[in-house]
């Protein structure tokens, strides 16, 4: 390469970061609190005037899974057909206690982020734990009075309503 050249990509290479750089300072002045520190420029710089937080997205799908595999499980408990459930049904009570223990994993762990997706990431938790509970008691349910099973599924679906209608809010 030239040494025309490289002076010339030098200078482009320049050029486009203090034009991010400026952009990301125009949007931190829109941002309370946010102006003068250089944690926000350099994330402003590398990625963009707003990233979503990417990790979200694996707590409110293991959070769905649960949910779901939840809901199959009381509607197997209430099938009183003559026929075998349906294949999505079983396929996601079979994975129940995959999905119980990945919620339970992320759950017991620690999550470092801004303040909105760590209170997002509080509630998930949260709602993970009272759903795992709520399996548990439903188990113990089953146990104890086994002739029972459609109140014990009728108690493990208002635990499922009321901890999902916590998190959706």
């Known amino acids: 390469m030239s040494q025309r050249r490289r002076r010339r990509w030098r200078f482009r290479f320049v050029d486009h970061f203090i034009a991010v750089l400026h952009q990301s300072l125009q949007c931190d002045r829109h941002a309370p609190g946010a102006v003068g520190r250089p944690s926000s420029l350099f994330r402003h710089a590398c990625y963009g005037p707003r990233m979503k937080d990417q990790r979200l997205k694996v707590f409110r799908s293991t959070l769905d899974g649960l949910t779901e595999s939840l809901e199959a499980v009381v509607r197997v408990a209430r ?88 998190t959706r809010n």
């Open 79 to 166: 099938w009183n057909e003559v026929d075998a459930p349906p294949e999505p049904l079983r396929v996601a009570v079979a994975k129940l206690s995959e999905r119980l223990s990945s919620a339970g994993r992320l759950a017991t762990g620690s999550f470092v982020g801004s303040a909105d997706d760590t209170n997002k990431v509080k509630a998930m938790c949260a709602t993970m734990k009272h759903l795992d509970a709520a399996y548990v008691a439903y188990r113990r349910e089953l146990a104890a009075r086994p002739n029972h099973a459609a109140e014990a599924a009728g108690v493990l679906e208002t635990d499922i309503a009321k901890a999902t209608a916590r």
